[in-house]
């Protein structure tokens, strides 16, 4: 950090050692210097087209992943949010969640939401609905004595297959 700030210095010729400031063939040479290694220390870092184009379609692999990972956590939250506010033992619960969910599309829309949005919402209660009222996976569960939070994590995972 320090180099770089009396790098900086040199160039502007503000560094208290007056050996050490730049003229004009010093910033020449830098703002070249620092043109090449933005472009030329990016996509370019491979020794030939052929690997910075792997490299390049990696990394884009890799984003989509990053960015799946980060959908099915939200996923997975949602999935626990809808369970505990159903209460599963009460009847009709999942029917309120999407009926309110319906409302908010029709009347109290936030900004940014869009209406496929709160589709997918619905869609996902529908299917958390299904589940949890599955009388073979509930006999199951309780079959093995998963009740509670561990029912729920038995949901996310039925849904993230």
Request: proline content about 2%.
């Amino acid at each position: 950090m320090k180099l770089a700030g009396e790098a900086h210095l040199s160039y502007y010729g503000l560094h208290p050692d007056e050996n050490l400031n730049g003229d004009a063939e010093l910033r020449k040479a830098m703002d070249i210097g620092g043109f090449t290694g933005l472009f030329m220390g990016s996509v370019f870092s491979s020794p030939d087209v052929y690997s910075a184009t792997q490299q390049f379609l990696m990394d884009s692999n890799l984003r989509g992943y990053i960015s799946d990972g980060y959908g099915d956590a939200e996923k997975q939250n949602k999935v626990e949010q809808f369970m505990k506010a159903a209460d599963s033992g009460k009847s009709g619960a999942y029917g309120r969640i999407t009926k309110n969910l319906e409302t908010l599309k029709e009347k109290f829309k936030p900004e940014g939401v869009t209406n496929e949005m709160i589709d997918e919402d619905i869609k996902l209660v529908n299917t958390i609905d299904r589940l949890s009222n599955n009388k073979t996976l509930r006999s199951m569960t309780q079959d093995l004595g998963i009740y509670g939070d561990d029912f729920i994590s038995v949901v996310k995972n039925a849904i993230s297959l």
